[in-house]
C-alpha cells in the first residue's frame, strides 16, 4: 500500500476498496469481491438485468409472492416487525406489508446509505402509518449484528427476516449458515425467517440467465473493472482486454462469473501492476442454486427449521419459512 500516490485515495470507502482490489488480484486464482458491482451505474444494470426475459429469477419470485401471498401472511401473522437485510428499493416488501394485517415496525437494514434513504422516503410514502427504523450497516458483519440486537431491542419482540432474491446465493454454504445464524438472532424470540433461493434446473438456462443475449450482464460484470479506473486509478482495457464469462460448477451447483484476459496484459491500480497470462480469470461472482434438501442442511446447521415453501410450477425458484 506504499506505492499508493498521495493525491490518488482521499476516502476512506475507496482505502477499503482498495484493499480488497489489491488482496483478490494477488489471490491465485484472481478474484474480486461482487459487492462492488454496486454503484449506481452497477445498481441500474442490476435492476435492467432483472427485466431480462433470460433472468427468470426476480419475475418469478414475484409471481409466487403474488399467488401465494395470503397464505405467507397468514404464517408470518400480525403485529409483526420486519427486517430486510440489503432491502434495495423495498419493491418486495411492499407486497408482504401490504397483505399482513398491522405490520408493527418496517426495518430496513442496507450498506448503501443512498439506497437506504431512497427506499425508506419511498415506502414512508406508501405506508404514512407504519413506523419505519433505518439501519445503515452490512448485514454480513457479525459484530454489526451484535451491536444493534444489543442497541435496539429487537431480540426481544418476535419479527420476520426477509431475506428474498436469492441474494445467500452469492455466499458460499459456510458463509450462508453463518448469515442464517446472524438473522435468527435478528429475528427474536420465536422469530421467523423468509427467504428466497434459486433452485438448481438444467445447465443452459442457468447460463443463459447470467449471460444474456443483450449483453447486459456482461457489461455488469464489467462494472467492477470500471469503477476500478474511474475509483482506484486503474487502466484496465475495458473493450478489449476482457470479456464476460459465465460457467456452471457442477461440483459446488454455482454459476461463476468470471471476466477472462483476452491478451497477456500488465494493468496499473493505483500504481501497482499485476500480470495476466492469456485466457486467465478473475473470479468476480458465485451465484449458488439449492434443492430443498441441500438448503436443509444449512438450515440445519443455523438450528432452523423449514417450516414451508412455496414454488413456481417449474420449481425454478423458491420462497421458504424458517423457523428458529
Ligand atoms: C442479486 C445476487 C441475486 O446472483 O443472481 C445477476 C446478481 N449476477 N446477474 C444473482 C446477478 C448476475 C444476483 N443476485
Known amino acids: ?13 475507496d482505502l477499503n476498496f482498495l484493499a480488497d482490489v489489491y488482496q483478490g488480484l494477488d489471490s491465485v486464482p484472481k478474484t474480486l469481491p461482487c459487492k462492488y458491482f ?10 435492467k ?12 419470485e414475484l409471481d409466487i409472492l403474488d399467488q401465494n401471498i395470503e397464505d405467507i401472511a397468514f404464517q408470518l401473522g400480525s403485529n409483526v416487525t ?55 450497516g452490512d448485514f454480513t458483519n457479525k459484530k454489526a449484528v451484535k451491536q444493534i440486537i444489543s442497541e435496539t431491542n429487537i431480540g426481544n419482540s418476535s419479527n420476520v ?11 458460499s454454504r459456510p458463509e450462508a ?34 449471460d444474456d443475449t443483450e449483453g447486459i450482464t456482461a457489461e455488469f460484470n464489467k462494472n467492477i473493472l470500471t469503477r476500478i479506473n474511474a475509483e482506484l486509478d486503474g ?12 460457467i456452471f460448477n457442477e461440483n459446488d451447483n454455482r454459476i461463476e462469473m468470471h471476466l477472462v484476459s483476452c491478451k497477456p496484459q500488465v494493468v496499473i491500480i493505483a500504481g501497482k501492476c499485476f500480470h495476466f497470462d492469456l485466457l486467465e480469470t478473475i473470479h468476480t461472482e458465485s ?31 423458491a420462497i421458504c419459512l424458517l423457523s428458529a
Open 49 to 60: 438485468i432483472t427485466q431480462l426475459k433470460e433472468y427468470y429469477l426476480t419475475n418469478v
Open 38 to 47: 454496486y454503484d449506481e451505474h452497477g445498481s441500474w444494470l442490476f435492476e
Open 287 to 317: 451465484s449458488h442454486k439449492y434443492s430443498i434438501e441441500s438448503l436443509t442442511s444449512i438450515t440445519n446447521q443455523a438450528e432452523l427449521t423449514l417450516e414451508k415453501y412455496w414454488c413456481d410450477h417449474q420449481n425454478r425458484f
Open 161 to 171: 427476516v426477509f431475506f428474498p432474491g436469492s441474494t445467500i446465493g452469492n455466499f
Open 82 to 136: 420486519i427486517i430486510e437485510p440489503g432491502c434495495g428499493a423495498g419493491h418486495k416488501v411492499q407486497k408482504i406489508l401490504n397483505a399482513i394485517e398491522q405490520p408493527k415496525t418496517f426495518i430496513p437494514f442496507e450498506i448503501s446509505a443512498e439506497m437506504l434513504s431512497y427506499s425508506v422516503s419511498r415506502l414512508r410514502i406508501l405506508f404514512p402509518h407504519l413506523e419505519i427504523q433505518p439501519l445503515e
Open 177 to 210: 449458515a453463518d448469515i442464517l445464524r446472524n438473522f435468527k438472532r435478528l429475528s427474536g424470540i420465536n422469530g421467523k425467517i423468509l427467504l428466497g433461493i434459486d433452485l438448481i434446473k438444467d445447465k443452459e438456462t442457468l447460463i443463459r440467465a447470467y
Open 235 to 246: 487502466n484496465f482495457d475495458i473493450q478489449n482486454g476482457f470479456k464476460h464469462k459465465a
Open 1 to 13: 500500500m506504499s506505492i499508493v500516490p498521495k493525491d490518488v485515495i482521499t476516502r476512506i470507502a
